[in-house]
């Protein structure tokens, strides 16, 4: 909920800050849809010309998941997915990775791993990585006999009785990043068309929006974990089936979490 009202809040910030744009054109630049002075244009680093300008938002936990969930795997080679659903006839202009990273001091071995995988995301051409934040913190239980609450320090699993610590991870951000971002290359006409690879229903408000400044939006997503709320906002819904991930399979080295 609080998610969902940051990002509403997005919106409308971007929105009164549009309406402060100068109406007219003095010196001759070309207006855009709504009467308004074109933003610069975008550079578009892939080149292409008047191709169909493709931009692609990628939530990495939503997407790391999906991949347990569906194909018992973690990772898969990001170049090959981003060509996957650009597709050759529309150019890319940029891919954007979201996922949040582990405080140094709590975690440095694991903070090591996220750093030498979004060093390799990094690597890959007309693909950025962006943060938020990864709360990590204890679990507390209430009896239900005397209503005292309690931290639940380790848990075995059933099957093999190896010894888990018990802690919950909150991601912080995360969301509110892809909405900010997919609204403001809206507005700055950076892209014809965004594909968004979530099942996060909160940013379906941030979808709509961008729909009513005449972009198109695809939600690419796993069926199993997709928002119905999510695709009825988006122009398309492509899913990721098992036939078509697993040519994308790869390995990145460094720890996906």
Not at 40 to 56: D, I, R
Not at 134 to 161: H, N
Not at 163 to 177: A, L, M, R, W, Y
Request: proline residues 4%.
């Amino acid at each position: 909920m609080l998610a969902l009202l940051a990002i509403n809040n997005i919106i409308m910030m971007i929105l009164l800050a549009d309406t402060h744009l100068v109406v007219g054109s003095p010196n001759g630049e070309s207006m855009n849809t709504r009467g308004l002075v074109s933003p610069t244009p975008f550079v578009n680093l892939g080149g292409g010309g008047n191709m169909e300008k493709v931009m692609v938002f990628i939530d990495g936990a939503a997407m790391y998941f999906g991949l347990l969930d569906n194909l018992q795997a973690d990772d898969i080679d990001y170049q090959k997915f981003v060509d996957f659903l650009v597709t050759e006839d529309r150019k890319l202009v940029r891919a954007y990775y979201y996922n949040s990273i582990v405080d140094q001091g709590v975690d440095p071995k694991r903070y090591s791993g996220q750093m030498k995988f979004y060093g390799a995301l990094n690597n890959i051409p007309y693909f950025k990585t962006k943060y938020g934040r990864l709360l990590i913190r204890d679990v507390k239980l209430r009896c239900r006999r005397c209503g005292e609450r309690f931290v639940v320090s380790q848990a075995e699993c059933p099957k093999c009785k190896e010894p888990h610590s018990c802690t919950s991870e909150i991601q912080k951000g995360v969301d509110v990043k892809i909405a900010t971002d997919i609204l403001v290359h809206a507005f700055k006409d950076h892209y014809d068309t965004a594909i968004l690879v979530t099942g996060d229903g909160d940013l379906a408000e941030a979808v709509e929006q961008v729909s009513q400044e005449g972009k198109h939006v695809e939600n690419a997503f796993f069926q199993k974990g997709s928002s119905p709320f999510l695709r009825d906002k988006s122009d398309v819904f492509t899913e990721l089936t098992i036939t078509d991930m697993k040519p994308l399979m790869g390995y990145t080295p460094g720890s996906r979490r």
